[in-house]
């Protein structure tokens, strides 16, 4: 294993390139993270507050409140393809790049 | 009633002793494989960073769908309908965190453990100490809950005594974790998770088929069940006196018959779902894969498992309330943890039957095998911060210790935390363990997960932000926990016991004369109603008896200070505060210089430690 003195850190901060990908990484993770928790939240919030709408019987005896518990695993796995999609075309790209340019990969 | 009797036909106790000790033998040779590539510190706490993202995703699925998600979602289904499940919606939901915001990161900074994390800026010793504490104190609640959880299942799965079977749990989980490190950890969480699978995958079949795979086709026997609408009644009490049969059953699809206060739900809900992200011995296994990308792609396939078995488990609770029935359910284990295994005997052709038998022996050996893969990892994470944070990291701070000394000291770890908790699960015999995995997520919601996240994301985070964090995060957790309802209240159980032995002349003597009644159905209903009333008085006259004049909790109390069963809404917000002051308040240079490279490494995985190449 390399020293870590042999990386120059403060360089990989100031390139443009990682300025950029830490940005578009934030603003992603974030907003993404961000919508994640609030949808999260309805469920619980809804089963408290606004037990009249999750009764509702939609098809057949299946009712709201089911729909919207199993609509929750449905986002739960669209936000973990949108994510990973995102991160191995995008972020790990240029993340490689820096990479291979201030130190070896291993 | 004898619980032995009740799971497993005793013509068939050698299928379920054969059954059990197939699995057993599977894992044992995987143990044996694994042993021989155990040389290095990494080979133990990592399998030398030398497992895919797809295993990954499969030995998380294993780690994390404990007995707790299995029986007890099922159970909590089959018992409560709808609240149950949200608890599954909650256990999924948690990785989105873990996905988003902490397991890369924590692939390309740590190494063995959380707090190798945390010490990589800050200073190594006071964190490591700190780190290495909170990981023990967060595992050995998950692992309480386990060993109890545990030893209860195989006595009434098997019918062997309470104490040989956690005797048996932690041998067996101490074989694996000795000899064979995280790789064999690693083994045997995978086969588990994939039996489990498959064994639910198979239920779910023929819960199913019958209704033509149509969900409202389903749904509708078991809300047109007059056993799920007694159950519904009786959950109810007064209020259900004015529905008709139909609103009854169909009262089991809607929220609240298990949660009643909301705020209790949303502070359970912030548990869950902040909680996972700071399990020790779930971050751990992002250091088994050797980078990043594999470290998001074995969250993704956790993801798909987990979710797809916790989507499954909505079949298994509500088939398990119309074939089996909550009442014979709750009859057999009052938390339904039986009610998965007694679905799979009925499925199977009944009590009486072999397939039966077989398909219980089946499930029941998958159950067992459960709580021994997540009992292995949570071993197996406190071990490596008892040996590498403690012993190498703070003992041994500044001298070199060889590979071989390091990979002892890791073993007799785990020896002493196993033989810990073997005595932990024998003393713990009888005690309400449920609460302690919500207090697991709670203390790893309000401290670890605040330490970890603001270290890897916030410059100014430092050392006294970290031992803030973890102080106030844990105390706050434990102490919010002990000052509740969780805790029982002697003064309220006795308030209770006298209210039944207050009611209960009046009730019998209305019991007395309807059992006169001509109508038959009446009379029989009396007849009923007086065997419960009999059991009641005979629970409240012992409730009287065993507390006496005790008038406070075991905390000195006499009700409750905080009101909410789960501290997460308190203590998880305090706990970002105490980081957030401890941080602000005080100037750690060293933190701040190693910013850069933090995030920069994180961000990019230059150098992450070499993973050994198998």
Same mark, same amino acid.
């Given at each position: 294993?390399?020293?870590?003195?042999?990386?120059?850190?403060?360089?990989?901060?100031?390139?443009?390139?990682?300025?950029?990908?830490?940005?578009?990484?934030?603003?992603?993770?974030?907003?993404?993270m961000a919508?994640?928790?609030?949808?999260?939240?309805?469920?619980?919030?809804?089963?408290?507050?606004?037990?009249?709408?999750?009764?509702?019987?939609?098809?057949?005896?299946?009712?709201?409140?089911?729909?919207?518990?199993?609509?929750?695993?449905?986002?739960?796995?669209?936000?973990?393809?949108?994510?990973?999609?995102?991160?191995?075309?995008?972020?790990?790209?240029?993340?490689?790049?820096i990479?291979?340019?201030?130190?070896?990969?291993? | 009633?004898?619980?032995?009797?009740?799971?497993?036909?005793?013509?068939?106790?050698?299928?379920?002793?054969?059954?059990?000790?197939?699995i057993?033998?599977?894992?044992?040779?995987?143990?044996?494989?694994?042993?021989?590539?155990?040389?290095?510190?990494?080979?133990?706490?990592?399998?030398?960073?030398?497992?895919?993202?797809?295993?990954?995703?499969?030995?998380?699925?294993?780690?994390?769908?404990?007995?707790?998600?299995?029986?007890?979602?099922a159970?909590?289904?089959?018992?409560y309908?709808?609240?149950?499940?949200?608890?599954?919606?909650?256990?999924?939901?948690?990785?989105?965190?873990?996905?988003?915001?902490?397991?890369?990161?924590?692939?390309?900074?740590?190494?063995?453990?959380?707090?190798?994390?945390?010490?990589?800026?800050?200073?190594?010793?006071?964190?490591?100490?700190?780190?290495?504490?909170?990981t023990?104190?967060?595992?050995?609640?998950?692992?309480?809950?386990?060993?109890?959880?545990?030893?209860?299942?195989?006595?009434?799965?098997?019918g062997?005594n309470?104490?040989?079977?956690?005797?048996?749990?932690?041998?067996?989980?101490?074989?694996?974790?000795?000899?064979?490190?995280?790789?064999?950890?690693?083994?045997?969480?995978?086969?588990?998770?994939?039996?489990?699978?498959?064994a639910?995958?198979?239920?779910?079949?023929?819960?199913?088929?019958?209704?033509?795979?149509?969900?409202?086709?389903?749904?509708?026997?078991?809300?047109?069940?007059?056993?799920?609408?007694?159950?519904?009644?009786?959950?109810?009490?007064?209020?259900?006196?004015?529905?008709?049969?139909?609103?009854?059953?169909?009262?089991?699809?809607?929220?609240?018959l298990?949660?009643?206060?909301?705020?209790?739900?949303?502070s359970?809900?912030?548990g869950?779902?902040?909680?996972?992200?700071?399990?020790?011995?779930?971050?751990?296994?992002?250091?088994?894969?050797?980078t990043?990308?594999?470290a998001?792609?074995?969250?993704?396939?956790?993801?798909?498992?987990?979710?797809g078995?916790?989507?499954?488990?909505?079949?298994?609770?509500?088939?398990?309330?119309?074939? @089996?029935?909550?009442?014979?359910?709750? !009859? *057999?284990? &009052?938390?339904? $943890?039986?009610?998965?295994? +007694? =679905?799979?005997? %009925?499925?199977?052709?009944?009590?009486?039957?072999?397939?039966?038998?077989?398909?219980?022996?089946?499930?029941?050996?998958?159950?067992?095998?459960?709580?021994?893969?997540?009992?292995?990892?949570?071993?197996?994470?406190?071990?490596?911060?008892?040996?590498?944070?403690?012993?190498?990291?703070?003992?041994?701070?500044?001298?070199?210790?060889?590979?071989?000394?390091?990979?002892?000291?890791?073993?007799?770890?785990?020896?002493?935390v196993?033989?810990?908790?073997?005595?932990?699960?024998?003393?713990?015999k009888?005690?309400?363990?449920? @609460?302690?995995?919500?207090?697991?997520? !709670? *203390?790893? &919601?309000?401290? $670890?997960?605040?330490?970890? +996240? =603001?270290?890897? %994301?916030?410059?100014?985070?430092?050392?006294?932000?970290i031992?803030?964090?973890?102080?106030?995060?844990?105390?706050?957790?434990?102490?919010?926990?002990?000052?509740?309802?969780?805790?029982?209240?002697?003064?309220?159980?006795?308030?209770?016991?006298?209210k039944?032995?207050?009611?209960?002349?009046?009730?019998?003597?209305?019991?007395?004369?309807?059992?006169?009644?001509?109508?038959?159905?009446v009379?029989a209903?009396?007849?009923?109603?007086?065997?419960?009333?009999?059991?009641?008085?005979?629970?409240?006259?012992?409730?009287?008896?065993?507390?006496?004049?005790?008038?406070?909790?075991?905390?000195?109390?006499?009700?409750?200070?905080?009101? +909410?069963?789960?501290?997460?809404?308190?203590?998880?917000?305090l706990?970002?505060?105490?980081?957030?002051?401890?941080?602000?308040?005080?100037?750690?240079?060293?933190?701040?210089?190693?910013?850069?490279?933090?995030?920069?490494?994180?961000?990019?995985?230059?150098?992450?430690t070499?993973?050994?190449?198998?």
């Amino acid at each position: 294993m390399a020293t870590p003195e042999a990386v120059d850190w403060d360089a990989i901060i100031r390139d443009p390139r990682f300025q950029s990908l830490h940005r578009r990484k934030a603003r992603f993770l974030w907003g993404l993270m961000a919508v994640s928790v609030v949808f999260y939240f309805l469920l619980p919030i809804g089963a408290a507050y606004f037990q009249d709408l999750f009764k509702i019987q939609v098809w057949g005896v299946v009712n709201v409140a089911l729909l919207f518990a199993l609509s929750e695993f449905l986002v739960a796995w669209v936000v973990a393809f949108w994510y990973a999609r995102k991160a191995s075309r995008d972020f790990d790209v240029i993340a490689a790049e820096i990479a291979a340019q201030y130190g070896a990969r291993r | 009633m004898n619980p032995a009797q009740a799971a497993a036909a005793p013509d068939y106790q050698w299928l379920t002793f054969t059954v059990f000790a197939v699995i057993i033998a599977i894992t044992m040779w995987v143990t044996y494989l694994a042993a021989k590539r155990v040389r290095s510190a990494a080979d133990f706490y990592t399998a030398g960073g030398g497992i895919s993202g797809f295993q990954n995703g499969w030995a998380i699925a294993g780690d994390y769908l404990s007995a707790a998600s299995f029986l007890g979602i099922a159970g909590l289904i089959s018992l409560y309908g709808y609240d149950g499940f949200m608890y599954s919606v909650g256990f999924l939901a948690a990785y989105i965190t873990v996905l988003l915001l902490i397991a890369e990161p924590c692939r390309n900074i740590g190494r063995y453990t959380l707090a190798d994390i945390l010490a990589y800026r800050n200073d190594p010793r006071r964190t490591r100490v700190f780190g290495a504490l909170s990981t023990i104190t967060v595992s050995t609640f998950y692992l309480t809950a386990q060993m109890v959880g545990g030893g209860v299942l195989v006595k009434t799965l098997i019918g062997i005594n309470y104490e040989t079977s956690v005797i048996c749990v932690g041998i067996l989980m101490l074989a694996y974790v000795i000899f064979g490190g995280m790789v064999a950890t690693t083994w045997v969480q995978i086969i588990k998770a994939v039996l489990l699978v498959c064994a639910s995958i198979v239920m779910v079949a023929l819960v199913w088929s019958p209704y033509g795979f149509s969900l409202p086709a389903f749904l509708k026997v078991v809300v047109g069940d007059p056993n799920v609408q007694a159950r519904v009644a009786t959950l109810l009490g007064d209020p259900a006196k004015n529905m008709t049969a139909a609103e009854l059953g169909q009262r089991f699809l809607e929220p609240g018959l298990y949660f009643k206060a909301p705020i209790d739900q949303i502070s359970l809900g912030m548990g869950l779902v902040f909680g996972t992200a700071g399990l020790p011995h779930i971050l751990m296994r992002f250091f088994t894969v050797r980078t990043a990308q594999q470290a998001r792609g074995s969250v993704v396939w956790a993801m798909a498992i987990i979710g797809g078995f916790y989507v499954l488990t909505l079949f298994l609770g509500f088939g398990a309330a119309h074939s @089996v029935g909550p009442a014979a359910i709750a !009859a *057999v284990d &009052a938390g339904g $943890n039986m009610a998965a295994p +007694l =679905l799979a005997q %009925y499925l199977g052709g009944g009590p009486a039957s072999f397939w039966g038998n077989l398909m219980l022996a089946f499930v029941s050996a998958v159950a067992f095998a459960t709580i021994v893969a997540v009992v292995a990892g949570l071993v197996l994470a406190s071990a490596s911060a008892m040996a590498h944070d403690l012993y190498v990291g703070v003992v041994r701070a500044g001298r070199e210790t060889t590979p071989r000394a390091q990979v002892t000291a890791a073993r007799v770890a785990t020896l002493i935390v196993g033989a810990m908790s073997i005595g932990i699960g024998i003393a713990a015999k009888g005690q309400n363990v449920a @609460v302690l995995v919500g207090l697991a997520f !709670a *203390v790893a &919601a309000s401290a $670890n997960f605040p330490c970890v +996240l =603001l270290t890897l %994301y916030w410059k100014r985070c430092n050392t006294t932000g970290i031992v803030a964090g973890m102080l106030i995060g844990t105390i706050t957790a434990v102490g919010l926990t002990l000052v509740s309802p969780n805790v029982t209240y002697p003064l309220a159980v006795k308030a209770a016991a006298h209210k039944v032995l207050d009611a209960e002349p009046a009730k019998r003597s209305a019991a007395t004369a309807a059992l006169a009644s001509e109508d038959a159905a009446v009379a029989a209903k009396a007849k009923k109603d007086l065997a419960g009333l009999d059991k009641a008085v005979a629970k409240a006259t012992a409730d009287i008896a065993k507390w006496g004049e005790e008038r406070t909790s075991f905390v000195g109390l006499e009700q409750p200070l905080f009101s +909410l069963k789960n501290p997460g809404i308190i203590s998880i917000p305090l706990g970002f505060l105490a980081v957030l002051l401890g941080s602000l308040l005080t100037r750690d240079p060293r933190a701040e210089a190693t910013w850069n490279e933090v995030y920069a490494r994180q961000n990019t995985g230059i150098q992450v430690t070499k993973a050994a190449a198998h």
